[in-house]
């Protein structure tokens, strides 16, 4: 699991194209909306905004969805 994770680690995570490569931006802890989605998250279930390096586009997901390279 990757919860030692910082702004500017990079990480690759599974999307429907495939392995996509990016890095964090933001270590999430309070319910936040990106996009037009609400995103969950809390000190107790953090979540990772992570930018893709090829498309520039913004996700949020949870530590173990997530592999530091």
Do not use: C
Request: charged share 40%; no cysteine; hydrophobic share 30%.
């Amino acid at each position: 699991m990757a919860d030692d994770l910082e702004q500017g680690d990079k990480v690759e995570w599974n999307a429907p194209q495939g392995k996509t490569h990016g890095k964090v931006e933001q270590k999430l802890t309070s319910d936040t909306k990106i996009k037009r989605y609400e995103v969950k998250a809390s000190k107790d279930d953090p979540k990772f905004l992570v930018k893709s390096d090829k498309s520039g586009s913004e996700a949020a997901h949870k530590a173990d969805a997530l592999d530091k390279k």
